[in-house]
């Protein structure tokens, strides 16, 4: 039995650690390239289904300048009687006329670290802890640069 009922609160757990990371809510909210630099958000929930979605696309590309953060559950198997692994995929997409920042680093650049930094070794989904698993590009279109990262996870099952 591969008993998938934690899969919704993983949902929210993964979430919720996102829309903690001020750094990370400001450079998906911002549209400026000193988006560090500007106030707290207030209400990150705000981004939820707008600029941060807890699904594997976004579903419509804006048509102007935008940021986002999509998140899935993948290529979930058996791993040996108890126990099942997949894998805790990201998207990160932003417009190429957001790309470039004042901080000599590229906007998808903090990104991937934020996300990097709130999961990789993280002890909150399944057991054991999250480990980086593969980071690459992806084709979105001719207006988003796209990146994907993913680490894997173990539960019971």
């Known amino acids: 039995m591969s008993r998938f009922e934690e899969m919704g609160k993983n949902r929210m757990i993964v979430l919720n ?3 903690s990371s001020q750094e990370l809510c400001k450079s998906v909210w911002y549209k400026e ?5 500007r106030p707290n958000i207030e209400d990150p929930s705000e981004l939820v289904n707008n600029n941060i979605f807890p699904f594997n696309h976004v579903p419509t590309l804006a048509d102007t300048a935008s940021s986002y953060v999509t ?4 290529d979930y198997r058996p791993a040996g009687s108890q126990f099942k692994s997949g894998l805790l995929h990201f998207q990160v997409l932003v417009h190429k ?3 470039l920042t004042e901080y000599e680093v590229l906007r998808y650049d903090h990104m991937l670290a934020y996300i990097d930094e709130l999961f990789n070794d993280n ?5 054991g802890k999250l480990q980086f698993y593969r980071m690459d590009e992806m084709f979105v279109n001719e207006k988003y640069v796209g990146f994907y990262i993913q680490y894997k996870l173990w539960d019971f099952n």
């Not at 390239?33 to 630099?37: E, H, P, R, T």
């Not at 002890?123 to 057991?127: A, D, K, Q, T």
């Open 71 to 74: 998140f899935s559950f993948r």
């Open 97 to 99: 006329d957001l790309i």
């Open 33 to 37: 390239n000193d988006y560090l630099d």
């Open 17 to 19: 650690h996102l829309l």
């Open 123 to 127: 002890r909150n989904l399944g057991i």
